[in-house]
């Protein structure tokens, strides 16, 4: 995992050289996440199917979830972060406790086969996305302390492309994106049934691969713009902001829209929230435009270390394969090794025989003599 640090006013010029760099997984890292409330603590999970916490303070891993079977495809927090929610490739979704690492919920998915999860702000629901057994996109709401069955379950279509779930806890509004369409559909949560209710939908030709969120501070307020993606177009070539705008005519602010929303502010230190302390988020108001009060200047640890332990395991020594095709990989790795080594070794005794006989012919040359 690589951190970088993006200059005051934006990028200027291309960055090369990471501000500090992790060490920990010992197979390829798929998803990181920054804690919602605590400073300086994310999360990252690996194709070695493990979730590590890492305190950049000291640049470390300090606690390691190993409770997954196979690829983690999701993470999702809830408000004050407290609770952990994984979709997981061996079918199943969790919360997880995430400081002792221990599941409090289970969900084993046969019907739903999961792709994503999000928590549903401070609802105590989540909502993932995944596929049914009929191959169709789908859709399902959790009580996050009961997973044993979902609440509601809503096909979408018969797209084959994964659907990205946002919520924005402010409006109360879901938006799912297709991967590999052009839609966005959005629907607003409720606390009762039916959950949720249909909106409408956002129709593009273009398809788009991913997309990301502007934080709600980012937001232009007078113009009612209530969220907005930034929608990764690879046919193309180009990233394109797309608007969610609420059609209102008066120009005063609309606090039904815009209530106090987390800032940038951290509510805990990483020693607060590792000895076991939940602090909701620091909430601003975006009525007079959200204005940065502060600086907090990140500086990277000095690491010398080699080893990564945690919970007395070395992370990086000795990696036995999950796989048999890397079991393969291994095996031809190291037939090219002894290879090599074999060679060198010819090479060497060669070369030991050339200064032999060049010794031996110093010592009878005649001017020794």
């Known amino acids: 995992v690589r951190i970088w640090e993006i200059p005051?006013?934006?990028?200027?010029?291309?960055?090369?050289?990471?501000?500090?760099?992790?060490?920990?997984?010992?197979?390829?890292?798929g998803l990181v996440e920054w804690h919602p409330t605590a400073n300086n603590i994310l999360f990252s999970a690996g194709y070695d199917y493990k979730v590590l916490i890492w305190n950049l303070d000291i640049g470390e891993p300090v606690k390691m979830i190993d409770c997954h079977t196979d690829v983690i495809l999701?993470?999702?927090?809830?408000?004050?972060?407290?609770?952990l929610a994984t979709t997981c490739k061996d079918k199943k979704l969790r919360v997880v406790e995430p400081r002792s690492g221990r599941v409090l919920q289970e969900a084993s998915c046969k019907n739903h086969r999961v792709n994503r999860v999000v928590f549903l702000g401070s609802t105590k629901r989540l909502l993932t996305t995944g596929v049914s057994r009929w191959n169709t996109r789908?859709?399902?709401?959790?009580?996050?302390?009961?997973?044993?069955?979902?609440?509601?379950?809503?096909?979408?279509?018969?797209?084959?492309?994964?659907?990205?779930?946002?919520?924005?806890?402010?409006?109360?509004m879901l938006y799912l994106a297709g991967k590999g369409d052009g839609n966005i559909r959005y629907y607003e949560i409720g606390s009762e049934k039916p959950y949720l209710s249909y909106l409408m939908e956002f129709?593009?030709?273009?398809?788009?691969?991913?997309?990301?969120?502007?934080?709600?501070?980012?937001?232009?307020?007078?113009a009612c713009e209530v969220f907005r993606f930034?929608?990764?177009?690879?046919?193309?070539?180009?990233?394109?902001?797309?608007?969610?705008?609420?059609?209102?005519?008066?120009?005063?602010?609309?606090?039904?829209?815009?209530?106090?929303?987390?800032?940038?502010?951290?509510?805990?230190?990483?020693?607060?929230?590792?000895?076991?302390?939940?602090?909701d988020p620091?909430?601003?108001s975006l009525k007079e435009g959200y204005k940065k009060t502060s600086k907090i200047v990140f500086k990277a640890p000095v690491r010398e270390k080699k080893s990564v332990v945690v919970n007395g395991i070395d992370l990086l020594e000795n990696v036995p394969p999950r796989t048999e095709n890397e079991l393969l990989r291994m095996f031809f790795?190291?037939?090219d090794e002894i290879r090599r080594l074999k060679e060198e070794l010819s090479q060497k005794d060669i070369r030991i025989r050339q200064l032999q006989l060049e010794l031996k012919n110093l010592r009878n040359s005649p001017k020794n003599n």
Not at 8 to 15: D, I, P, S, Y
Request: glycine letters at 8%.
């Open 203 to 222: 129709r593009s030709p273009a398809p788009q691969k991913g997309l990301g969120v502007m934080p709600k501070y980012g937001l232009d307020v007078s």
């Open 282 to 284: 620091i909430l601003v």
């Open 74 to 83: 999701c993470m999702s927090f809830n408000t004050d972060g407290s609770l």
């Open 138 to 172: 789908q859709i399902a709401l959790w009580d996050q302390e009961d997973l044993a069955m979902p609440l509601i379950e809503e096909e979408i279509d018969g797209l084959s492309g994964l659907l990205f779930p946002f919520y924005d806890a402010d409006t109360h």
């Open 230 to 279: 930034y929608k990764l177009v690879t046919l193309k070539g180009l990233i394109e902001p797309i608007s969610m705008i609420v059609p209102r005519r008066s120009e005063t602010y609309q606090e039904d829209i815009y209530p106090m929303t987390p800032g940038t502010e951290p509510a805990l230190t990483p020693d607060e929230w590792l000895s076991g302390v939940n602090r």
């Open 8 to 29: 005051e006013g934006g990028l200027k010029r291309n960055m090369t050289e990471a501000v500090l760099e992790l060490y920990g997984h010992s197979r390829r890292v």
């Open 333 to 335: 790795r190291q037939q």
